[in-house]
């Protein structure tokens, strides 16, 4: 099977966490990430209903105005209980207007949550990878981690949600996980390995 080799990506996402996420999962690839910050460029507004879609939408903005191939992520937390809600207003929950307000996000998720005995979530990311702005066939790859929402609050890493996020499997929520572990098993990283797979051999 013919492989490509790709040594640098350009991503289009504004959220500083994520960016430094995916600069470590890809850097295991040998791949360089370029945040959109590095050409002045600004966030898209997320105005779909499908985190694909609004994927897509952050990916052409970005590859429009570099004239870049590039990568682009929309992710979030599904709740069971909620109807798979705060979903793609994760990062804008608690203010439509406002983005990563973890603080006030995580209170109405537990507000939303209270008295309900169901806790099962996941996180979910979707990655595309477009080579140009209008490309007819971009590459999609999905990524998923499963746990469970906690009231209290424990661990002082990652990002979002990750404080209440419990992971049954490592008796811990992904806050009080290491870097390394939480690019082990997230849902980032799967998506990451899957689209890899894919611009390497597809
Ligand atoms: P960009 O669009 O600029 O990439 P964003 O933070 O707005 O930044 P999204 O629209 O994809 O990105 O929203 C993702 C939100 O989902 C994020 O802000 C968190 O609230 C939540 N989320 C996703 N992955 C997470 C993770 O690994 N840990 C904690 N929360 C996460």
Do not use: W
């Not at 966030?43 to 903005?61: C, D, G, L, P, Y």
């Not at 906690?150 to 992904?174: C, L, M, Q, R, W």
Request: hydrophobic letters at 35%; glycine letters at 4%; one cysteine or more.
């Amino acid at each position: 099977m013919e492989s490509k080799k790709i040594n640098k990506l350009v991503l289009a996402s504004t959220n500083s966490n994520k960016v430094k996420e995916f600069i470590d999962i890809f850097s295991k690839n040998d791949v360089k990430i370029i945040p959109q910050s590095r050409f002045g460029i600004d966030s898209v507004n997320e105005k779909h209903i499908t985190f694909v879609e609004n994927a897509i939408e952050k990916a052409r903005h970005v590859s429009r105005l570099t004239k870049l191939p590039t990568i682009a992520e929309d992710s979030g937390l599904c709740v069971d209980a909620l109807n798979n809600n705060p979903g793609i207003f994760s990062s804008r929950y608690s203010s439509l207007d406002k983005k990563n307000c973890s603080i006030s996000n995580n209170s109405l998720l537990i507000k939303n949550l209270h008295n309900i005995e169901n806790r099962k979530a996941y996180y979910i990311s979707i990655i595309v990878f477009i080579n140009y702005p209008n490309d007819p066939i971009p590459l999609i790859s999905e990524g998923r981690l499963y746990g469970k929402i906690i009231d209290e609050a424990s661990g002082n890493n990652g990002f979002g949600y990750d404080p209440h996020f419990y992971i049954p499997i490592f008796g811990k929520t992904v806050a009080s996980m290491t870097n390394e572990e939480k690019n082990s098993i997230s849902h980032r990283s799967i998506a990451i390995n899957k689209l890899m797979n894919k611009i390497i051999y597809g």
